[in-house]
């Protein structure tokens, strides 16, 4: 329980209505993406830079913990508040500052939706390459404190390739700007890159340059569809081979066709082993080599292989693949988002890996791969309220995870760590690295105060 | 007198790998510092334990790639690498390669163009440039519009930490946010978070077609327009730069007037189009002896003409300043610059990164660089910019007025170089400050 002084304390600091405290208002504040909970102390929401200074001081004096949050969609229950904390939302942060596209840059606060930066970008023609599936609910915010993905990384590369500064309030209450508004403004040591990725444990953003870039002039939309997951993972190993970076390679095993069919009705052949979804964008006299080099290639293992050509076809596609979460719930009432990824070269293997999990333990699971990237999504399906099947399930996660490592791979590619895969930390790093994690927290916030108990322990 | 136990050196690297004899040891030194000993270790065992020798006897060491700046050791270790450049690893499947610290980047892209790859980073010395030392400074080069700084090269490294342990970090996943990403943020570090002993590269494929395109302008204002017109086409070349009369003959002997050069990496297809698009944009500018050069031998002439003027700059910290404006915003930087330098086309050297909106100046002799600076500096704010480097924020900083922030920064960027170096042992001549 917040005591009365502090809680007048943060209303006066953010006005009354940006405060709550009342057990139904915190509840939805107590969950995230994952199927963890929570109970927060109170939800604080400021709207100006100064006023989280000012809460940061409040929650010091008080020895009171914050928990950073956005949109709360991160898989790694980065966003529970896991011990006596109060959370901050920054989703009343949402002024776009500024749009410069002709110097490539925009400055935003960290509660802008994803895609509602999108949107103003595309007014200009120009866009913000880090999409996150999760792009019409996350905020920038949480996309940087992920260090986000998505289906584009295989040419555009990740989250942290687009911030160019930050503004950060720190958790000793003052305020530092890194970066500034082109790649060369860092001096000393890249702040900026350690903050992106450290899930709100070392600073409180309150605003973001990022780099956006013009709409490639044109694009291409592919599909190719599969007898067995195997062989669409050669087409990838394929396409690389032959030196040609898509922006997108996406795979849906038969299990997530089928779920996202009951969806969307997109048409996709529900006896289909699995489905590849290839893009390639650029310059418009381009194209047509590219796609015929992928065709070719596709082609050889593929029963089917066809090229979007319209709009539309190309809309129904990715509703099919961003819908694709969220799908799986109509089959069993609960799901667990994995989120492995291994040198492409072990992507068969991981392939692999993931079946022999499910029927070693089990369980039922369907693929979603950013395969491009070798980053797979092993989503298993089962119910919450089956205290057996639950520990069956995380078993079979860990399972995914030392898989992963064994294929010198990692234990998260693009959800981060959070609470979720903080118990194997440890065995993806070596002592010496989680000390250098320690040393990097110990600098920031000596007294553990942001985002307290994710990644790692002091 | 020197702390510096030799006899143990010699035991840890064997005898011919340890140098005191002064007149020996000046080739692998540069800068006024004295340390008492040269060591060239062969692998990573013998760099952990040169360490944690330097901690137990209390003795300052730095690190260089195949010369070592001796500030601030004096007394104390200067460690060479250029024993460690071995290419362990080349994984075209994957698009890696592990390679150790010492190998010289220019042998380096070498290997990587026979084997069909791309490795864009492109230091200011490329003669001389370690893949050490290239990761330890990090940085963008006039290519990062297309490819990236330098950072998105390193997808891990095996490094001594300042206390001698050994760390391994990153695997060869291109998406990886495990852990706090301290992959990247050791890049830059400068030797002061520890020694990297191998370095796990990202690497891509070769473009399928490179072509340039050249031109000279009487009057460098018309060159530089010539970049706003590409970039409000729509047309982002790989690079896209200009050098001043002064410079341009040393980057290509006998030109007359501002050298631009348009560097086109990527297709052949839209390669062709685009080179004919920004050729025409050049000769309607004003532009003479405009050329499209396909041929690959005049294509690496051309561009090892501009790394040659990038080097000449750099050659000279102390009479060079550099700043950086929105890209669009050079014409302005450029005629508010001339009302403190004169005719920019006479000044001892002028190069420009178009799409970074990157500006290196030469100064002439006699210029008091803190005070042109300061200029610049706030020319260069007014335009949404700042100069360049650790200068370039403290210069900012003061112009904020805020005092507050610049402590702020630099006690956080001390205290994580505490943490890693509690006794202060590695590379005491990098400055975090200004
Ligand atoms: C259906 C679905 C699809 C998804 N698809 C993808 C995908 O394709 N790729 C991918 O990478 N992820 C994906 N995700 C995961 C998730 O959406 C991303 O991690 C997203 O970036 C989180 O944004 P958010 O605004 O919800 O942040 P939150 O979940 O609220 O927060 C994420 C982290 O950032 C911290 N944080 C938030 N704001 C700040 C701030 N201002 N300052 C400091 N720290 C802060 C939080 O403490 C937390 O640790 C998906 C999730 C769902 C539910
Ligand atoms: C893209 C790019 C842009 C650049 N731009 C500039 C510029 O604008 N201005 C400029 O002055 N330089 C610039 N440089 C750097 C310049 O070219 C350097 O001389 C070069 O990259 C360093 O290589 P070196 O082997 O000569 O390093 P050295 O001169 O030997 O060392 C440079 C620094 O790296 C450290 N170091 C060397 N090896 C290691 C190691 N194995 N482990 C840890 N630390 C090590 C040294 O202690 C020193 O601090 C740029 C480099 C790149 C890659």
Known sequence: ?458 | MSNVNISKLKEIVGEANVIDSSSEMTKYLKGSGKPAVVVLPGKTSEVSSIVKLANEQNVKLAVGGAVVNTQGITGGIAMVMSRMNQIVEMDKLNLVAIVEPGLLHKDFILKVAETGLNFPPEPYEVETSSIGGCFSIGDSDSKSFEYGPTRTFLLGFEMVLPTGEILEIGNKCIKNVSGLDFIHFAVGSQGTFGIFTKLLVKLLPQPEAKKAVIGTFASLHKANATFNTLIKRNVHPTRMNLINASFAKIAKPGTEGQLVIIDLQGFKESGKNIANEVASVLTLAGGLDVKIIEDAVEYDEVINGWLKVRAELNAKPERTVEFVVGPMKMPQALAQLEALTGDLGAYPGVIVEGLLGYVGLALPEGTEKLAFATKVNKLAMSLGGNVKGLLGHKLKAEVYNDAEMWKQTTSLLNELRQQFDPKGILSPGVSLEA
């Open chain 1, 1 to 458: 329980m917040l005591s009365q002084t502090v809680v007048k304390r943060l209303k006066e600091i953010v006005g009354e209505k940006n405060v709550v405290t009342d057990k139904v208002g915190l509840l939805t504040y107590g969950y995230d993406g994952t199927l963890l909970s929570g109970e927060a102390l109170g939800v604080v929401s400021p709207t100006t830079t100064d006023q989280v200074v000012e809460i940061v001081k409040l929650m010091n004096e008080h020895d009171i913990k914050l928990v950073p949050r956005g949109a709360g969609t991160n898989e790694s229950g980065g966003t529970i508040p896991s011990q006596e904390a109060v959370v901050i939302s920054f989703t009343k942060m949402t002024k776009i500052h500024e749009i410069d596209t002709e110097n490539f840059v925009a400055v935003v606060e960290p509660g802008v939706i994803n895609f509602d930066l999108q949107v103003e970008l595309a007014k200009q023609n120009f866009y913000f390459p880090p999409d996150p599936s999760s792009f019409k609910a996350s905020t920038i915010g949480g996309n940087l404190g992920e260090c986000s993905g998505g289906p584009k990384c295989f040419k555009y590369g990740v989250t942290r390739d687009y911030m160019l500064g930050l503004e950060v309030v720190l958790p000793n209450g003052k305020v530092i700007q890194t970066g500034g508004r082109n790649f060369q403004s860092e001096p000393g040591y890249d702040l900026t890159r350690i903050i992106v990725g450290s899930e709100g444990i070392l600073g409180l953003v309150t605003k973001v340059f990022v780099r956006i870039l013009p709409i490639p002039r044109a694009k291409k939309t592919m599909l190719a569809l599969y007898d067995k997951v195997e062989d669409a993972s050669q087409t990838v190993a394929d396409i690389v081979a032959a030196g040609i970076i898509p922006t997108t390679l996406e795979l849906m095993d038969n299990l997530l066709i089928n779920t996202t069919e009951d969806f969307t009705h997109a048409g996709l052949p529900r006896d289909a082993g699995a489905v590849l979804i290839i893009e390639v964008d650029g310059y418009p006299e381009d194209m047509d080599e590219q796609v015929k080099t992928i065709g070719e290639i596709a082609s050889k293992i593929a029963k089917e292989f066809k090229v979007a050509q319209t709009a539309v076809e190309v809309d129904q596609i990715w509703t099919s693949r961003r819908s694709a979460f969220g799908s799986v719930a109509r089959v069993r009432p609960s799901y667990g988002v994995n989120d492995i990824t291994v040198p492409r070269s072990n992507f068969p293997k991981a392939i692999g890996g993931v079946l022999k999990v499910a029927k070693d333990f089990g369980v039922t699971i369907g693929v979603v791969a950013h395969a491009g990237d070798g980053n797979l999504h092993p989503l298993i399906l089962f119910d919450q309220r089956n205290k057996e099947e639950t520990e069956t399930v995380h078993k079979a996660e860990q399972a995914l995870c030392m898989m992963a490592l064994d294929l010198e791979g990692t234990i998260s590619g693009e959800h981060g760590i959070g609470l979720v895969k903080k118990k194997y930390l440890d065995k993806e790093f070596t002592p010496a690295a989680m000390e250098a994690f320690r040393k990097i927290k110990r600098s920031f916030d000596p007294t553990n105060r942001f985002n307290p108990g994710k990644i790692i322990d002091l």
